[in-house]
């Protein structure tokens, strides 16, 4: 499993990318090999509110549906629309298939840095 | 195989029509343009279906231990009654007094399943569960803006509850919020305490629940969501265990809904359409879908729409023949048959899981209601092979694999319902089938990736099926 360094992440498998005022959220490398092969992914409309804890897209592999939740509160600035046609992409590079782009970041979730996450990940397994 | 598309050639057809004996009409909304259909002989059509029904396979074909699907045998005797002119012959806009024996059978189907499960009125239109789900939803949002009540707008639901139910309710305009199971595969009750408030509409819980296990603790969750001045749903799916046992009536549930053709023996899947009952207490009978039946002034039986009612959700009075064949089930098995059919179901499982869990770990240990969770994730870590795998594997072995991957709050689950119509036989040959299975897994587990090597298909592609799917046929 791979956890780059200059992320951050939360206990419900998603990665933060702060910059500035801003985030990018994903799903991490644990959640897509959890979930397998992913075949639809369900984004928020841009402009849409954040809040964190609380779901804000919905993700379909062969196995269930899940929801994923925002470790951050704030805008959605930007969706990344490559994703609704290849979902497969977050199976492949997690962490270059970013699922949305928030703005104005007002609150955020108590995230773990890469190495306390991969601890956390391994517990989970078990 | 060939579509019927694809088979045929044009011009041929295979209608004898008596010559026309009036004068032709050519009115100007007939179609001009020919309809694109097969041109096909009776021949072709027989064959066709034929080799369809070869590659399927059904409870007809063997043990199908779907779990939290109830596939259980479905006696003939169901069929034959469903046949009988006098109700497949009927049409529903008929008037009432030449169908009182239908009625008279709707009503008596009503009486029978309230007494089952606690509660005082029925209405069949729901087509099936999850159709009864919602139109319970409908229900509690309609009670909820009488008493002007409009702030409830949650639905609470477990996390181990089957996907319909947080489906339906986001459906029915309700917020979902999952409450937590514990280590047990129970409700979470500090969880739920939490979780309730002003805002609760209500809860939907099916007990015993997906793991198999009966909610102990089902008094104080129903009392709980009705302190907070919510109603509780029961999700009939998994009456099978304790028909005629203990009643969600007596639970403390409001509306419930069942499948009839799960728990009472009318076909299941492919062989439906289905039936799913929405039931209630009287104080919410006046919300039921119309119309339910009545008894007149004059003995005689009808039709009414409640007084505040939400509507029909669906045309007549649902799958009328479905509800036959629940009544024959009903009057075949009785006031003991009914326990006793739950009773071996009950048993039927703790069997099979007794003898499984010699070499397969389980997701929940102890005695189990009528399904219980195995978990593949120690076999997988080992070897590679996953649950899907040893689903595939079993095809192999003769046998229906059980639900894969369900509930969710277990990894690399199977889930099996062996339900009360298999033999000792059948279970002892099923562990021994899946016993071989997982000997192989462990020593061979590339062969098992490449199951199954006996089915008329191979391993489809599922996640291509599901990204790509082709849909419809196309012309060339």
């Known amino acids: 499993m791979n956890y780059p360094e200059e992320l951050l992440y939360s206990k419900s498998h998603e990665w933060v990318k702060l910059e500035g005022e801003d985030a990018l959220i994903g799903l991490t490398d644990f959640a897509q090999d959890a979930l397998g092969d992913l075949v639809y992914v369900n984004l928020p409309e841009p402009g849409g509110e954040l809040t964190v804890g609380e779901s804000f897209a919905d993700v379909e592999s062969v196995k269930a549906v899940s929801d994923v939740y925002s470790p951050v509160s704030g805008t959605v600035a930007e969706i990344n629309e490559a994703l609704l046609d290849a979902p497969e992409e977050i199976n492949q590079s997690p962490y270059e298939a970013w699922l949305v782009r928030v703005t104005g970041v007002t609150d955020k979730e108590e995230l773990m840095d890469a190495e306390a996450y991969r601890a956390f990940a391994e517990t989970e397994e078990n | ?476």
Do not use: W
């Not at chain 2, 045929?8 to 001009?32: A, Q, Y």
């Not at chain 2, 529903?92 to 189907?109: I, S």
């Not at chain 2, 179901?345 to 399904?371: I, Q, S």
């Not at chain 2, 219980?372 to 040893?390: H, S, Y």
């Open chain 2, 1 to 476: 195989m060939k579509l019927l598309f694809e088979l045929g050639t044009s011009g041929r057809h295979c209608d004898i029509l008596p010559p026309c004996d009036v004068p032709e009409m050519s009115p100007e909304c007939l179609r001009k343009k020919e309809l694109r259909l097969p041109h096909l002989s009776e021949t072709e059509i027989s064959r066709h279906y034929t080799e369809l029904e070869k590659q399927v396979y059904g409870v007809n074909d063997g043990f199908y231990p779907l779990g939290s699907c109830t596939m259980k045998y479905n006696p003939k005797i169901n069929e034959a009654m469903a046949a009988l002119p006098g109700f497949a012959k009927l049409h529903p806009l008929q008037p009432d007094y030449t169908v009182q024996g239908a009625l008279e059978l709707l009503r008596r189907t009503e009486k029978y399943l309230c007494e089952i499960t606690g509660m005082d009125a029925m209405n069949f239109q729901p087509a099936a569960g999850a159709h009864g789900e919602f139109t319970g939803l409908l229900m509690i949002r309609a009670f909820h803006q009488k008493n002007g009540e409009k702030n409830r707008t949650k639905i609470i639901v477990p996390d181990s509850a089957h996907g319909t139910n947080p489906a339906s309710a986001a459906m029915a305009g309700y917020t979902v919020v999952s409450v937590p199971s514990g280590e047990d595969g129970c409700v979470d009750l500090e969880k739920l305490k939490e979780a309730v408030g002003e805002d609760t509409a209500g809860l939907m819980l099916t007990n015993p629940n997906t793991v198999g296990l009966f909610d102990k603790n089902i008094l104080e969750i129903t009392r709980i969501i009705h302190d907070a001045g919510g109603l509780c749903y029961y999700d009939g799916a998994n009456l099978n265990a304790v028909m005629g046992i203990t009643r969600p009536g007596d639970m403390g549930f409001d509306i419930i809904h069942l499948n009839l053709h799960k728990t009472f023996s009318a076909p299941h899947g492919g062989g439906g359409p289905g039936s799913g009952p929405v039931g209630c207490k009287k104080d919410l009978a006046e919300f039921l879908p119309g119309p339910v039946t009545e008894e007149k002034e004059d003995g005689s039986s009808g039709f009414a729409v409640p007084e505040s009612s939400i509507g029909a959700v669906r045309s007549f009075y649902g799958n009328f023949l479905v509800i036959v064949k629940a009544f024959a089930y009903l009057l075949t098995l009785g006031a003991d048959g009914i326990p006793e059919a739950a009773r071996n179901a009950v048993l039927n499982a703790n069997y099979l899981k007794k003898k499984l869990e010699e070499f397969c770990p389980m997701a929940y240990p102890g005695t189990c209601m009528h399904e219980f969770v195995m978990t593949m994730k120690d076999l997988k870590d080992r070897t590679g092979v996953a649950a899907l795998d040893i689903a595939k594997g079993l095809l192999d072995n003769g046998i229906h694999p059980p639900t894969m991957y369900f509930p969710l709050i277990v990894r690399e689950a199977l889930m099996v319902e062996p339900t009360e119509t298999e033999s000792r036989e059948t279970l002892d040959e099923a562990a021994e089938g899946f016993r071989a299975l997982y000997q192989r897994a462990l020593e061979n587990p590339d062969e098992i990736h490449e199951a199954p090597v006996k089915t008329p298909v191979r391993r489809l592609d599922e996640v291509r099926a599901a990204r790509k799917p082709v849909l419809r046929y196309f012309y060339d």
